[in-house]
C-alpha cells in the first residue's frame, strides 16, 4: 500500500460520511440501518488508514443540525456510538490510536459522555493516528467559541489551536461520500487550504481501496498554498 511522503506527515485526512440513509433505503431497509453498516465502512476505513499514512482521521458522526431528525433516528445513532466504543475501544488503544471527540458532550446521555471520556484518558498516549470523532458538532460554533475565549487581540495561531481542539491540525484532504459537495458546517477553518475529495459512493459503500484511490489523487495534487509553485509551503500563521 501507498504511505505517505516524508514531506506529507502529518496527513490529516477528514471524511464527511454522507449517504447512510439513501443506502439504507436503496436495500429496502431503514435508515437507521443505513447508519449500522455506515459504522462497518468506519471501522474498516480507520484500519486502513495508518497504512496510508493518515495521523489524524477525523469523521463527521452527528452535526448539531441533525437534531432536526426523527427522534428515533437520533437515538439510534447516540446507540451506535456507544456500541462502538463498547466493540472497539479496547482494541483501538491497544493498536495505538488515540481517540478524541470533538462537539458538544452536555446533550449525550450521562453514561455515554463519561464511555467517551474514559476512552479519550485511556488512548492519551496512542502514537499511531488519532481518530477524532465529531459528534454533537458544529465548526461555526467552534470558531465562535475560540472568538469569545481568545477575544479581539487574538492571532491566527492562538485561533488555530483552540479550534482545531485536541490533536487538531489544518485538514490535508476532505473527502465526502454521498455526491453532494458540500462542508455542512464541518471543519470549516481547519479546510481552509485542504483539497476535496468527493465521490458518489454512498458511506456505506465506501472501501478501503476508495480511501487509497484519494490518497493517491491527493499526491498528485500540486498544493500552493496561496505562493506559487517553487516556493509553496505551508505557512504559520501570521
Ligand atoms: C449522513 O448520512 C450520515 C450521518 C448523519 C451519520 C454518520 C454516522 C455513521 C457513519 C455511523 C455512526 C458512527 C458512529 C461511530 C456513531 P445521511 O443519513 O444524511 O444520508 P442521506 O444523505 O442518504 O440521507
Known amino acids: 500500500m501507498q504511505r505517505a511522503r516524508e514531506d506529507r506527515v502529518p496527513f490529516h485526512v477528514a471524511i464527511i460520511m454522507d449517504g447512510n440513509g439513501r443506502w439504507g433505503l436503496g436495500q429496502s431497509l431503514t435508515r437507521s440501518d443505513g447508519h449500522r453498516a455506515g459504522v462497518e465502512a ?3 476505513t480507520v484500519e486502513a488508514a495508518p497504512g496510508l499514512g493518515v ?3 477525523t469523521v463527521f458522526a452527528f452535526s448539531c443540525d441533525n437534531w432536526r431528525r426523527p427522534a428515533a433516528e437520533v437515538a439510534t445513532l447516540m446507540e451506535l456510538l456507544a ?3 463498547a466493540r472497539d475501544g479496547q482494541r483501538l488503544v491497544a493498536e495505538g490510536v488515540r481517540l ?4 458538544r458532550r452536555d446533550r449525550l446521555p ?3 459522555a463519561a464511555e467517551v471520556a474514559a476512552f479519550e484518558a485511556m488512548s492519551a498516549e496512542g502514537g499511531r493516528m488519532t481518530l477524532r470523532i465529531a459528534f454533537d458538532y458544529s465548526s461555526r460554533a467552534a470558531i465562535a467559541a475560540a472568538a469569545r475565549a481568545l477575544g479581539p487581540d487574538a492571532t491566527l495561531e492562538e485561533l488555530d489551536r483552540l479550534i482545531a481542539g485536541p490533536g487538531g491540525s489544518p485538514v490535508d484532504l476532505l473527502i465526502r461520500t454521498g455526491a453532494e ?3 455542512s458546517d464541518f471543519l470549516l477553518w481547519e479546510c481552509a487550504y485542504a483539497e476535496l475529495w468527493f465521490t458518489e459512493r454512498l458511506w456505506p459503500q465506501f472501501a478501503p481501496a476508495d480511501l487509497e484511490a484519494a490518497v493517491g489523487d491527493f499526491h498528485l495534487r500540486e498544493r500552493r498554498f496561496g505562493a506559487i509553485p517553487a516556493t509553496a509551503a505551508p505557512r504559520a500563521a501570521a
Open 181 to 183: 459537495k458540500r462542508l
Open 110 to 112: 450521562a453514561g455515554l
Open 100 to 103: 478524541v471527540m470533538l462537539g
Open 55 to 57: 495521523t489524524t482521521l
Open 42 to 44: 468506519l471501522r474498516r
Open 83 to 85: 456500541a462502538y466504543l
